[in-house]
């Protein structure tokens, strides 16, 4: 059975810690007014201190809301909207990034694209696409402003774990049926593919046959 | 002025001159001969930059792993089995799986570095190297190129060259890395219902790839360097070598150039079966660059298949450029760490360490100091012990003869290699599957040896023994009469009698012909029946006729 609190409603001078009421032997807790959803959750939560920015804002204290209001603790003494954050708050109460200065844009020619497209198989498919490319090159070339004089490259953020070896024994295997499961075409066991590499069509029978592809 | 031939090897400035230059007369010897020089001026005035052509071939081997599992998962390596019957999730590339370091092929691949004098990378990375195709389900093979596994080694062996190809050159070739790398799964093309049928079972298995610097410069010296790797990888027991079976694969980087001027544009050839087809391929290839760059074209960098039918390169398919693999580092496996005794700290679990000095000491006796080690003890000819060593199993059997009898090392070699070598090849039978032992073969040239039986009877014996009716030698020559008369008595007696029957000779002799006296001979061989040794019957008679 869940338990629902109430709290008193009191006036605008209401005590700042609500105390649960006494319970009468077989009486329940009904919610107070539409809009006021009491909750264990809710309870818990007006015993945080909440920290500036996401506490509430100052309203006109009504009884409604009366018991929303901001609990006593170690920032009670605060006045609103003021000073430097509290101790305990890891997040920087005023933007600490600058700016980095913005390279020119990048120059991103036709033959990459189509280089490109070849090798990943991806497709650009218009204009918007290939300047978001130029944008998304333009942001990550924000990352050469740093020094990384005489620091080594890292290729694996397990460098400094040992590679496992494993012995040589065979553990796996002989699940054919389960391996061809999610193949489309299948032929005696064997996976069907297309013939192999067939050359993607040039660049100007490329847009008819964007056109005509499903996608 | 220097002579254009001098970059090539003595073959090949044979071949590539006695080809090129009908009209000219065809060296033979050293190049440094007056009559070479006289062609060489010649061909200069003719056709000037025909003789000036340098080959240049560079390979790629691909060696299988011989282990029981493959590189990165735990399947089976077999080399025939049901279709996609040995794959796992990984080798299918299904999501979520990763890829886990074999130890045995890691300790293959550091024996195979330290065969060929490599300096092994104590930290060495693997990267994914992308291209698409249907064997290749992930789009990614993973393979070591920034840092493999072992660098800067070399491999020695050795050429015939010569006016009859009996004189052995040694070569070294030197090998810019050795790298382990996943194997790509096998397609069959079905061109009828254009379509590819895709079988995973090889796809993950362990492969070193071995890649040579390009110090050779015709197809014979390729097909030299690549039998003797393969004798080596068997030796090791790290690779079984077979290239008709896909575990040896090689792949030849051929281009000409003229001397001091740069490399020229390369071509690859593949789809090449077994070393001789590997130096036709070479030669063909070689052959085609100079025909094509003489009359002003220009060779293509592109990738051609070897037709072992007609014997020449056909272009697979056209390298737009260069293919570009987009390598990136592979993410999923941290850096490769092999110890060796400094290196090695006690904190690290003995099951998990690859250490190089513990590894060196496993090595076995490759095929060159064993080479070395025959000449020396027993004093054969260097050409023998090539013929030897090849063979599986023979230098044992050869080993064995000669520690049960006392006969002449270099008689016995002559048995095995011209008698016993002969017999397995024509029944086409290994030497474990020979039915003269070693022992048998030692009681035969024992009795050779003290002058028991000639050798004609002996090679008779030794077919006999062939039979493998479970009969000695001495039985043999027992039951057929096989053994050289040993009484004195009787010699003189039959001898005696050949003279009297055969005056008119006897005159010829006395009045100085002895020529005759091989007739006599043969004459007293016949009443024996072949079992009197000539030598005593000349010395017989001449003692007599004189």
């Known amino acids: 059975m869940s338990v629902i609190i109430t709290a008193r409603i009191q006036g605008p001078s209401c005590s700042l810690s609500p105390r649960p009421q006494p319970l009468e032997p077989g009486s329940c807790l009904i919610p107070l007014g539409p809009g006021t959803m009491w909750s264990f959750t809710r309870r818990a939560a007006l015993w945080v201190p909440l920290p500036r920015r996401l506490s509430p804002s100052p309203r006109p204290r009504n009884a409604r809301t009366a018991v929303c209001g901001r609990p006593p603790g170690p920032s009670s003494g605060r006045p609103e909207g003021a000073g430097p954050a509290p101790a305990w708050s890891k997040v920087p109460q005023s933007p600490s990034w600058q700016p980095v200065e913005v390279c020119e844009f990048p120059e991103v020619t036709m033959e990459m694209i189509d280089h490109l497209e070849r090798l990943a198989l991806v497709d650009f498919r218009n204009q918007e696409g290939i300047e978001r490319l130029a944008d998304a090159i333009q942001f990550a070339n924000q ?10 490259p890292m290729d694996s953020v397990l460098e400094d774990r040992p590679l496992y070896l494993r012995e040589d024994t065979v553990t796996e295997g002989y699940c054919a049926e389960a391996i061809l499961s999610n193949a489309k075409q299948v032929v005696e066991e064997y996976f069907i593919a297309p013939p192999g590499n067939i050359p993607l069509p040039k660049k100007e029978e490329r847009d008819s046959f964007l056109q005509h592809s499903n996608r | 002025m220097a002579l254009p031939l001098v970059g090539l090897c003595a073959w090949c400035r044979r071949a590539l001159v006695s080809r090129t230059a009908s009209r000219l007369t065809v060296v033979r010897g050293s190049a440094r001969s007056p009559a070479a020089a006289a062609a060489a001026t010649a061909a200069a005035r003719d056709g000037r930059s025909k003789s000036k052509w340098m080959g240049v071939v560079g390979l790629e081997v691909h060696a ?11 399947s089976r390596v077999q080399f025939s089995a049901p279709p996609n019957a040995l794959v796992s999730f990984l080798d299918a590339s299904l999501p979520g799986t990763l890829p886990v370091l074999n130890k045995h092929c890691v300790e293959a691949a550091v024996m195979t570095g330290l065969a060929l004098n490599c300096t092994i990378n104590k930290k060495s990375m693997f990267d994914r190297k992308h291209y698409f195709y249907a064997d290749l389900p992930v789009g990614y ?19 015939y060259v010569g006016k009859n190809r009996n004189h052995m050159m040694p070569k070294l070739v030197r090998i810019q890395q050795i790298q382990l790398e996943q194997d790509s799964g096998r397609s069959l093309h079905d061109d009828a219902r254009t379509q590819t049928l895709i079988d995973l079972n090889r796809a993950g298995i362990g492969l070193m790839e071995i890649v040579m610097e390009p110090d050779m410069c015709c197809g014979d010296e390729a097909a030299a360097a690549v039998r003797e790797l393969q004798l080596i990888l068997q030796t090791l027991g790290t690779c079984h070598g077979n290239m008709a079976e896909g575990q040896l694969r090689v792949d030849a980087n051929v281009s000409v150039h003229q001397r001091g001027r740069p490399y020229g544009v390369r071509a690859e050839v593949k789809n090449i079966n077994s070393p001789r087809f590997l130096a036709r391929a070479i030669d063909y290839e070689i052959q085609r660059q100079i025909d094509i760059l003489e009359n002003g074209g220009k060779i293509l960098n592109e990738t051609r298949a070897f037709d072992y039918k007609t014997g020449q390169t056909i272009s697979m398919r056209d390298k737009e450029g260069k293919q570009d693999y987009r390598f990136m580092p592979e993410p999923n496996l941290p850096p490769l760490t092999i110890y060796d005794n400094e290196t090695l700290s006690s904190n690290v679990n003995p099951q998990q360490v690859v250490n190089i000095d513990h590894i060196r000491e496993l090595l076995p006796e490759l095929p060159d100091a064993k080479r070395k080690r025959l000449v020396k003890k027993y004093g054969i000819l260097a050409e023998h012990t090539f013929t030897l060593v090849n063979e599986d199993g023979l230098v044992q059997f050869f080993e064995t003869v000669l520690d049960q009898t006392e006969a002449n090392p270099k008689k016995v070699i002559g048995w095995i290699l011209n008698d016993f070598l002969a017999l397995l090849k024509q029944n086409n039978l290994s030497v474990n599957q020979s039915p003269i032992t070693p022992s048998a073969l030692a009681e035969l040239l024992t009795l ?12 008779q014996v030794f077919v006999e023994l062939w039979k493998g009716e479970g009969k000695s030698a001495v039985q043999i020559v027992e039951q057929k009469k096989l053994g050289l008369i040993q009484d004195h008595r009787k010699l003189e007696q039959i001898c005696q009698r050949v003279i009297e029957d055969h005056p008119s000779e006897i005159s010829e002799i006395q009045q100085g012909n002895w020529k005759v006296l091989n007739k006599l001979i043969g004459q007293v061989q016949r009443a024996t029946h072949g079992r009197a040794a000539p030598t005593v019957v000349k010395f017989i008679l001449e003692k007599k006729l004189s």
């Open chain 2, 141 to 159: 093979q993973i393979t070591q190129q920034r840092c493999p596994i072992a660098i800067n080694g070399n491999l020695a062996y050795s050429l």
């Open chain 2, 448 to 459: 050779l040896e003290k002058g028991f039986i000639s050798s004609s009877a002996a090679k």
């Open chain 1, 143 to 152: 990352l050469h402003a740093v020094d990384t004089e005489g620091v080594e």
């Open chain 2, 64 to 74: 299988q792993l011989c282990s029981n599992s493959k590189l990165f998962s735990g």
